[in-house]
């Protein structure tokens, strides 16, 4: 199950019931190492008792593993514990999320293996009743009624669950819950009760009703009334039941949470950019086999356990030999998991007799912004278009003194070459990830381009034209964020930004703040 809460007494209280069943409770954190999971070599043992000696993992015997700070769960560890789970081993795995923003989630991969999921963020101790963890049952000899799954698999299709797993943990629960009260054979009560624990916080919409024409039918015979009759016990509940006791318990948030787990999945990181390999500093990675070049760091541990194995063997070799026997082959460097500096490259209108405000709001934003670079680690940078083309006007930099020179004197009027903008801030974009940092395109137009991307004055080119490079853009992987500073809001930039597959905000008259507080907010930066 996942329990989503922050520590308390709460969660102290269900977790040290939970731990009361017949197995042994195993904690971890998301920073555990594979040799720490699954085994390894002794080191220690090894170098004493000259043979090879292996350790055993946490993951090798059947107990319940209780995950901490489960949000932080990066995907190799979340991959190597859906494999465990895949493989039935008999353990049980509870995951503690204790994230406090509505992005922080545990991984997918691990939710849908997992049939239960507790809220715990408005409850306190109490609001919990007494929890008693009931004896074994032999979940094995239920019996299952040839209905039983297509019922259940029917609901998760009307909820929008695409995952075959649901149905099938639903059906495990409705065959605990059957044992647990001493029946053999799967009933409706027990199709219920699994449907509202399993399927609830899995629903992705809300089913609706559906209008149909009853067909006439004709009278049953006796023999049919009979055999209805005599199987009305053992008869499943309806679908409308058992939409209607699932749609009972749905979050009254369900939107907002799906909105959020989509803009999570999306994107890449938070405040800062991408993540990228490094060997200097950052978060520990698993080791590397390599050779010293005199800027990598060797990791100790990991190369004297990969040369342990070869000790009697190299031995035998060169008996004279003092001291361990290390070869270029055992050599383990260090990594590290950095996070590299983000770039926002506002590509700025500046033609039009209204330029002057928009560009004093962009100005402003960019001077906001930088006060803030050193906290969230961002780069900006500033592409003004306006007459037939475009131009770079401030290089990536976080440096706000050379940024109020350059925007001092930025210059405006003449047309629209919206085309050439989102050109020179793919170029930006392209050059500035070769030197390791991640951009993001930040627009702000009225939306009116008129100059096509040759220079000539042709609306239906330069509108085709700003829709080739906006896909140019999306095929690079770069995010943007497209703002409309036009009087009303304009139907031909929201098409924009569907086709550069970013956020759209009309801000007819916003000032540097609100431009700001809108881009921070759009990108996700805390």
């Known amino acids: 199950m996942v329990i989503r809460g922050r520590p308390g007494p709460a969660r102290d209280a269900l977790v040290a019931a939970l731990s009361e069943m017949p197995l042994p409770t195993r904690?971890?954190?998301?920073?555990?190492?594979?040799?720490?999971?699954?085994?390894?070599v002794d080191i220690a043992a090894t170098l004493s008792a000259g043979n090879v000696v292996?350790?055993?993992?946490?993951?090798?015997?059947?107990?319940?593993?209780?995950?901490?700070?489960a949000e932080r769960t990066e995907a190799n560890l979340a991959a190597r514990l859906a494999q465990h789970l895949d493989g039935e081993t008999g353990s049980c795995l509870i995951l503690l999320d204790e994230g406090a923003e509505e992005?922080?989630?545990?991984?997918?991969?691990?939710?849908?293996?997992?049939?239960?999921?507790?809220?715990?963020?408005?409850?306190?101790?109490?609001?919990?009743?007494?929890?008693?963890?009931?004896?074994?049952?032999?979940?094995?000899?239920?019996?299952?009624?040839d209905d039983a799954?297509?019922?259940?698999?029917?609901?998760?299709?009307?909820f929008g669950i695409d995952s075959l797993r649901a149905p099938l943990l639903a059906l495990r629960c409705a065959r605990a819950h059957a044992?647990?009260?001493?029946?053999?054979?799967?009933?409706?009560?027990?199709?219920?009760?699994?449907?509202?624990?399993?399927?609830?916080?899995?629903?992705?919409?809300?089913?609706?009703?559906?209008?149909q024409a009853e067909p006439d039918q004709p009278e049953p015979t006796q023999d049919e009334s009979q055999s209805a009759d005599t199987d009305q016990?053992?008869?499943?509940?309806?679908?409308?039941?058992?939409?209607e006791a699932v749609a009972a318990l749905l979050p009254k948030n369900l939107l907002e949470q799906l909105k959020a787990k989509s803009a999570n999945r999306s994107c890449k990181g938070s405040g800062a950019g991408e993540k990228r390999k490094g060997n200097r500093r950052g978060r520990p990675l698993p080791p590397r086999p390599g050779r010293l070049d005199g800027r990598a760091r060797i990791d100790l541990v990991s190369t004297l356990r990969a040369a342990a194995p070869w000790q009697p063997i190299r031995r035998k070799a060169r008996p004279d030999a003092p001291g361990l026997l290390i070869r270029a082959g055992d050599i383990r460097l260090r990594r590290f998991e950095e996070k590299s500096d983000r770039l926002l490259i506002f590509t700025v209108d500046a033609s039009g007799s209204s330029a002057i405000s928009r560009l004093n709001e962009a100005k402003g934003a960019v001077e906001i912004l930088l006060a803030e670079a050193y906290a969230r680690r961002d780069h900006v940078a500033l592409v003004a278009f306006r007459g037939t083309a475009a131009e770079i006007l401030l290089p990536p930099t976080r440096s706000?003194?050379?940024?109020?020179?350059?925007?001092?004197?930025?210059?405006?009027?003449?047309?629209?070459?919206?085309?050439a903008g989102l050109k020179q801030a793919a170029e930006l974009a392209a050059i500035s990830k070769t030197k390791g940092l991640t951009p993001t395109v930040v627009v702000m137009t009225d939306g009116r381009a008129n100059i096509a991307l040759d220079g000539t004055a042709d609306r239906p080119r330069a509108a085709a034209d700003s829709e080739t490079l906006a896909a140019t853009i999306r095929a690079h992987n770069i995010p943007g964020l497209m703002i409309d500073t036009g009087n009303r809001p304009q139907p031909q930039l929201r098409d924009l930004a569907n086709v550069l597959d970013a956020p759209y905000l009309p801000l007819p008259r916003a000032d540097a703040q609100r431009v700001s507080q809108a881009i921070t907010g759009a990108l996700g930066a805390a």
């Open 233 to 243: 016990s053992n008869d499943l509940p309806s679908g409308d039941m058992l939409i």
């Open 179 to 211: 044992a647990l009260h001493g029946r053999s054979q799967i009933t409706d009560t027990d199709i219920t009760a699994a449907a509202e624990l399993v399927y609830p916080h899995r629903a992705t919409l809300i089913p609706q009703e559906e209008e």
């Open 149 to 158: 799954l297509i019922a259940l698999t029917t609901l998760a299709s009307r």
């Open 103 to 145: 992005g922080e989630h545990v991984p997918t991969a691990l939710t849908e293996r997992l049939a239960f999921h507790i809220d715990l963020t408005d409850l306190s101790l109490h609001d919990l009743s007494p929890i008693t963890i009931p004896t074994s049952a032999d979940i094995a000899s239920i019996t299952i009624p």
């Open 27 to 40: 904690r971890i954190h998301p920073t555990i190492g594979d040799d720490q999971l699954f085994g390894g």
């Open 54 to 69: 292996r350790s055993r993992g946490l993951l090798a015997d059947r107990q319940i593993i209780l995950l901490s700070m």
């Open 400 to 419: 706000l003194v050379q940024t109020k020179r350059r925007l001092a004197a930025l210059p405006g009027g003449g047309g629209t070459p919206l085309a």
